[in-house]
RNA sequence: GUCUCCUUCGUCUAGGGGUCUAGGACACCGCCCUUUCACGGCGGCAACACGGGUUCAAAUCCCGUAGGAGACGCCA
């Protein structure tokens, strides 16, 4: 039987970082298999779900090239189905109405609690002699209350649960709505799914909807829960850890083939392998070698691994990502000296918002002057600025990156300098900071004028100033 | 509280009884390169949670303990 797994996510938020490593695992583990991989979007809760959210899954699956077999299957247009299921369970004896009211349960629950219990539904109405007038019933699984359970999981082991530690759970809501657990199971059967896999946040879900399965007579699919990430400090991934959603980490200048291959790192490896590329993960992947243990989230090493994707990018395709962030339209001709200064900038680079910020450089000059650069602004590195505007004038154009840096280290032995002092006072009238690729390629690429241009104006600034 | 799962450097991990004085990567520190910052190169620091077994031999197998996480909804 061929495989056939899903990512069925839920847009009543937007994705998080942790549902992508699961979609992605679901697609590896399809693509190695020569499966299928299908989406579900699970959209019944209407009140929380927005057409944002879903509209941002595509996206970002389109993104990671994470594509997808078949149409999207939307979870709300089977609401009828799901119904059907619970109904007919009911006539086979393998579910029943349940009159018990929220606020009888809420009674009992607290109860449970202050008596120190864990609490858990009594089957009131279990034996469907009960029927309270007035009051719409919902439908509860009558799952079994003696032996165990196992579920046979690809990465967690062999997991057994007393049954005596579950309760019939709702399948169908008074209101006649499907809940989730009835939904799940209808739909991954419907859908000839042969393998769930899923966060670990599910495992304990899995006895109750392997429940499900055997009360309507069908087979269940393999399990494979994989462990859920977490934050720096060993919580669940969340908002006050920053950026969760995967759309954050786009914005942020990440490159999709660095989330790739974080998320896959994440829990998974293939020996000393730490460049994987999606490819080599299609061949190498399978869940056996997924860890159980949780991982937490590590930024800097993200951020490693996006410095060298950078790298890896060809200047065009990184130019086009670049656009995103430039923050004002950019010229043929300005374009034309940014790809001059790409490598130099690249290396510089952990996120495409640094790279678009340090390629302004090329663009303009600086908006403003930082404070270090006052250290190359005394009387002594003025003057020699005055110079390097003369030595300038004498070099025809188009000027060479080794001429203009030959020039200035002759002024520097002239003036019996570090070329250090003059090169820091350079930068800082050409970028306005002290960081920066070398001021000799910079003078290069945006030429005479414009170096002159910058000079004159940090020339005029620090004189007024001082 | 109950149930379930997890535990190797700060972090991600390799390892599956002897080849482990525990390997790699990120981070950190130092040196080299150098006009700054990076990049790159070289080197360093740093871990088998604890306690019992089993065995000639345990990071590896078993049992406890401790710690952590997840699940316990008419949410998904």
């Given at each position: 039987m061929s495989v056939r797994v899903r990512f069925a996510p839920s847009p009543?938020?937007?994705?998080?970082i942790g549902s992508v490593r699961t979609a992605l695992f679901n697609w590896l583990f399809a693509r190695h298999n020569g499966g299928k991989f299908l989406l579900r979007i699970e959209d019944t809760d209407k009140m929380r779900s927005t057409d944002e959210n879903t509209k941002l899954i595509f996206e970002i699956l389109e993104w990671l090239s994470i594509d997808w077999d078949e149409e999207a299957v939307i979870q709300s247009e089977r609401i009828a189905k799901h119904k059907e299921v619970a109904e007919n369970l009911v006539l086979t004896g393998g579910a029943y109405y349940c009159y018990c009211s929220p606020e009888e349960l809420a009674v009992k629950k607290e109860a449970a609690l202050k008596s120190g219990k864990s609490y858990k539904y009594d089957g009131t109405c279990r034996n469907g002699d009960r029927i309270a007038e007035g009051v719409n019933p919902v439908i509860r699984l009558k799952s079994e209350i003696t032996g165990t359970t196992t579920v046979r999981d690809l990465v967690q082991g062999d997991v057994t649960v007393e049954n005596s530690q579950l309760d019939d759970l709702v399948l169908l809501r008074s209101d006649g709505t499907p809940t989730y657990m009835l939904s799940v199971v209808v739909d991954d059967h419907d859908m000839g799914v042969t393998h769930v896999i899923r966060g670990d946040d599910h495992l304990t879900n899995t006895f109750r909807q392997v429940q499900i399965y055997r009360a309507c007579g069908w087979s269940e699919p393999q399990f494979g829960h994989i462990p859920l990430i977490y934050g720096p400090d060993g919580a669940k991934l969340s908002k006050r850890h920053g950026a969760v959603s995967a759309v954050d980490y786009r914005e942020l200048g990440y490159l999709p083939e660095t989330i790739s291959n974080y998320l896959l790192r994440l829990g998974w490896s293939h020996g000393d392998d730490e460049i994987i590329s999606q490819s080599q993960a299609i061949e190498w992947f399978d869940l056996a070698s997924v860890g159980k243990s949780p991982a937490r989230f590590d930024m800097k090493k993200l951020q490693n691994l996006n410095a060298h994707y950078i790298k890896q990018r060809d200047n065009e395709s990184i130019f086009e990502y670049m656009q995103l962030f430039f923050r004002r339209e950019v010229d043929d001709a300005q374009r034309e000296m940014i790809m001059q200064g790409m490598q130099a900038i690249k290396e510089r680079a952990k996120t495409v918002v640094d790279l678009a910020d340090a390629a302004m450089v090329y663009v303009r000059a600086p908006i403003e002057y930082d404070d270090a650069c006052n250290t190359y602004a005394t009387k002594m590195h003025i003057d020699l600025l005055e110079e390097v505007i003369g030595m300038i004038k004498d070099i025809p154009e188009p000027i060479g990156e080794d001429e203009v840096c030959n020039a200035v280290k002759e002024l520097a032995t002239k003036n019996n300098v570090k070329l250090v002092e003059i090169a820091q006072s350079i930068r800082g009238a050409l970028c306005g900071k002290l960081v920066s690729p070398s001021v000799f390629q910079i003078i290069s690429i945006i030429g005479k004028k414009e170096t002159e241009k910058r000079i004159n104006s940090f020339i005029h600034e620090k004189r007024t100033n001082s």
């Open positions: 009543t938020g937007v994705l998080h």
